[in-house]
């Protein structure tokens, strides 16, 4: 039988370096400026067409992550020398600096009115102003805090801790609600409407939580820890990695719990899914993997769901879609800044 050659819509239209491995890449809110965080420090902010416009200095022994401001005023990111910062991206002058409460500050969230940014650093998290004054100190966890996520359509805090998941409002000193799981969840996720916060854990499980009535279910059976999920806009499918496949939940009636996901995977993909990204508010998902392939999926395409392909020339290591949708961006552990459309 002939062999039919397959459509490859994916369409590099720009590449960029940073000084080492990357470990994030995050579009600026007007979709103008991408920002690239190379692990041994340094945070490169590209224009739309990839011409570098500032290089920072970022973090001395490391950046761990960086994230907008809802407003784009400003990037903050935070490191290993116990800092977090914030830079003015049209000057590239960091304007505030301070400290995280320990050596290693890993995670941070901005609140979606911008008032406010979270960090933690082990077992601590702070709450701080948009000029980096510091607002509130929560007591330690017990464990290290191994992500933040505020729940959409509100004003509270998620934090992920061995033991379970705690819920702050930031108006009070003490913890609004605890969700205990004897486990050691990794990243959180909410669904866009707020109602379920999902988290990937060490076990290879994805627990579920329906926030307001504190109803849990979990989903098992993934090849390896699951630090991958991202949600559809309508808050009806959560797609995860944990294993060489991308899989698909079907969130809508009575959940996901005894249903089998959708399956998403090539011939070739025997390498763990290591970045994982829902379109904004469109249909298609991009995922990257330790081998450096890049695929870009629909999954309402039952018969082909395949969209296109990239190698990159090590592991994918952060994947961000613009706000428009339009544009994709990968970051691959050789440094390497790819940024795609579809075609």
């Keep these: 039988m002939p062999v039919v050659?397959?459509?490859?819509?994916?369409?590099?239209?720009?590449?960029?370096?940073?000084?080492?491995?990357?470990?994030?890449?995050?579009?600026?809110?007007?979709?103008?400026?991408?920002?690239?965080?190379?692990?041994?420090?340094?945070?490169?902010?590209?224009?739309s067409t990839g011409k570098?416009?500032?290089?920072?200095?970022?973090?001395?022994?490391?950046?761990?992550?960086?994230?907008?401001?809802?407003?784009?005023?400003?990037?903050?990111?935070?490191?290993?020398?116990?800092?977090?910062?914030?830079?003015?991206?049209?000057?590239?002058?960091?304007?505030?600096?301070?400290?995280?409460?320990?050596?290693?500050?890993?995670?941070?969230a901005w609140s979606a009115d911008g008032k406010t940014?979270?960090?933690?650093?082990?077992?601590?998290?702070?709450?701080?102003?948009?000029?980096?004054?510091?607002?509130?100190?929560?007591?330690?966890?017990?464990?290290?805090?191994?992500?933040?996520?505020?729940?959409?359509?509100?004003?509270?805090?998620?934090?992920?801790a061995y033991g379970g998941v705690t819920l702050y409002d930031p108006a009070q000193p003490d913890p609004l609600k605890t969700f205990a799981w004897k486990g050691a969840p990794l990243r959180l996720a909410w669904s866009p409407n707020g109602e379920v916060l999902a988290h990937g854990n060490q076990d290879a499980t994805v627990h579920f939580w329906y926030a307001d009535t504190a109803e849990d279910l979990q989903m098992s059976g993934f090849a390896t820890k699951v630090r991958e999920l991202s949600w559809e806009n309508s808050s009806r499918y959560l797609a995860t990695g944990g294993s060489a496949a991308v899989?698909?939940?079907?969130?809508?009636?009575?959940?996901?719990?005894?249903?089998?996901?959708?399956?998403?995977?090539?011939?070739?993909?025997?390498?763990?899914?290591?970045?994982?990204?829902?379109?904004?508010?469109?249909?298609l998902i991009a995922s990257g993997n330790q081998l450096g392939t890049v695929r870009v999926w629909q999954p309402a395409n039952k018969k082909n769901p395949h969209v296109g392909d990239d190698r990159l020339p090590e592991a994918a290591s952060s994947l961000a879609w613009s706000p428009d949708d339009k544009a994709l961006a990968v970051a691959s552990g050789s440094g390497a800044v790819n940024v795609y459309k579809i075609g």
């Design 5 to 47: 050659k397959r459509e490859n819509r994916l369409r590099k239209v720009w590449t960029a370096e940073v000084p080492d491995h990357c470990i994030a890449v995050a579009w600026s809110p007007d979709g103008q400026r991408l920002a690239a965080a190379a692990v041994s420090g340094p945070i490169v902010l590209f224009d």
């Design 117 to 160: 940014l979270a960090t933690s650093a082990g077992k601590k998290v702070r709450l701080w102003d948009a000029a980096g004054t510091m607002l509130c100190e929560y007591a330690n966890h017990p464990a290290t805090v191994s992500d933040l996520a505020w729940r959409p359509r509100s004003n509270l805090l998620a934090v992920a």
């Design 247 to 283: 899989c698909v939940w079907d969130c809508g009636g009575d959940g996901p719990a005894g249903t089998k996901p959708q399956t998403l995977i090539e011939d070739g993909d025997e390498k763990p899914l290591t970045a994982l990204a829902w379109q904004r508010r469109g249909f």
């Design 52 to 108: 570098t416009i500032h290089s920072l200095s970022g973090h001395g022994f490391g950046t761990c992550a960086i994230e907008w401001h809802p407003s784009g005023q400003s990037l903050a990111s935070v490191g290993q020398d116990g800092k977090a910062r914030l830079w003015n991206p049209t000057t590239g002058q960091e304007t505030a600096a301070f400290d995280g409460g320990a050596g290693w500050v890993e995670r941070l």
